[in-house]
């Protein structure tokens, strides 16, 4: 081979390796069958809607299926980091999460989580600090909720919400905003997701003669606990956290979920909501996409993975100033810039992140719903 032959055959090698780092990789995570599927399939559909480049940067997306299964969820995230991969969105379960926070951490690889439970970032410590979550945390929601409570004359609350970090939260933030509103947790009862039976755990609640009860839990197991309840008779108002904010809650809770009040995103009353909200359009657009590709509307955990892209597309344009994706120097200089994120209009409300605040949502990310004539409506 002539010396210029070898010159242009390394010019060319060097060109295709400059390629191929400059597209950025994210894995993705979801709960898409398994117990927790309800979940995970609607954030596993989002994935197609991802944006598909960052600045001049493509984005390659590779999804994985967890199955619902925290052991499966470690398995997937040592893949996707042996793989390369530059940031992680996922996984779709608070218990999945919490068992891969080191894992990501040590790697130093951003995780974007989808998840419900504050405890994903707090206490936010060494290893948290590469985690990111993409739904409001529980203080946000759950003040609406007390809020409500306190102006409706609730003295007494009831509680009952699933035995993982998920209920362990929920129930922590509960009796703190409770108390200072002057209402006292009067039960708590705690069941595990895959249980087929609440009896017990309904009649001790009504034992205690709440003038409320709050559900905490993820999915369709937020539906056994409230239609239980109704089944014993339970005269109080039932409230509902973000992790019933899926259409498949009306579906299965049927009547007996009717007048059920939770606080959640705008997606699940967009017709209500003023145009003047600032993720209105956002929330629309996504809608829309997923409609036009599934013939369906998305539960808002889907929108929570479609954030997830957002941020990222925010964040990578300024993450590669510092260096090629694939790199330690990216990945870093990535979680860096998610930290910095201002103002960001998304589906689920506005992100303005910080070094203490790896959620970012305010008050723009909640509405006080109720269900009415068997569809969501805004609470007024």
């Not at 504050?118 to 945390?137: D, M, R």
């Not at 309904?202 to 197991?221: E, H, N, T």
Request: proline share 5%.
């Amino acid at each position: 081979m002539t010396m210029k032959r070898k010159i242009c055959a390394l010019v060319a090698g060097v060109c295709l390796a400059v390629t191929a780092q400059a597209q950025v990789k994210v894995g993705v995570v979801t709960s898409s069958s398994g117990p927790i599927a309800l979940v995970g399939i609607p954030q596993k559909n989002s994935v197609d809607l991802l944006p598909a480049k960052a600045g001049d940067l493509d984005i390659q997306y590779i999804s994985l299926d967890d199955a619902s299964n925290p052991t499966a969820s470690v398995t997937a995230f040592k893949k996707l980091i042996g793989d390369g991969v530059d940031a992680i969105i996922g996984p779709s379960g608070t218990p999945n999460a919490m068992g891969v926070i080191q894992i990501a951490a040590e790697a130093q690889v951003p995780m974007l989580a989808p998840v419900g439970s504050s405890a994903v970032i707090l206490p936010l410590t060494e290893q948290k600090k590469w985690v990111f979550k993409t739904t409001q945390n529980d203080d946000i929601i759950a003040s609406a909720l007390i809020d409500h409570m306190a102006s409706s004359g609730v003295k007494t609350l009831g509680f009952v919400g699933t035995a993982d970090p998920f209920g362990e939260s929920w129930l922590n933030v509960t009796r703190e905003l409770a108390e200072k509103a002057g209402i006292k947790v009067v039960a708590a009862e705690r069941f595990q997701r895959q249980d087929t039976s609440l009896t017990a755990q309904s009649i001790k609640l009504i034992a205690a003669r709440p003038d409320a009860i709050l559900v905490a839990a993820p999915g369709s197991s937020s539906v056994l606990p409230q239609t239980t309840l109704v089944d014993q008779k339970y005269p109080g108002q039932i409230y509902q956290t973000h992790g019933a904010a899926l259409n498949d809650f009306l579906k299965l809770g049927g009547k007996k979920v009717e007048g059920t009040i939770l606080a959640a995103s705008l997606m699940l009353v967009m017709d209500e909501v003023p145009d003047s909200h600032p993720s209105k359009t956002v929330a629309r657009k996504y809608i829309d996409d997923y409609k036009t590709k599934y013939g369906s509307e998305p539960a808002t955990f889907g929108a929570n993975v479609y954030d997830a892209g957002l941020l990222l597309q925010a964040a990578i344009p300024e993450a590669a100033k510092a260096g090629q994706p694939g790199t330690v120097a990216f990945r870093q200089a990535l979680r860096d810039a998610l930290e910095q994120i201002k103002d960001l209009p998304a589906t689920q409300g506005v992100y303005t992140m910080t070094a203490e605040d790896h959620s970012g949502f305010d008050e723009r990310g909640r509405e006080l719903i109720v269900v009415k004539d068997g569809t969501w409506r805004l609470l007024k």
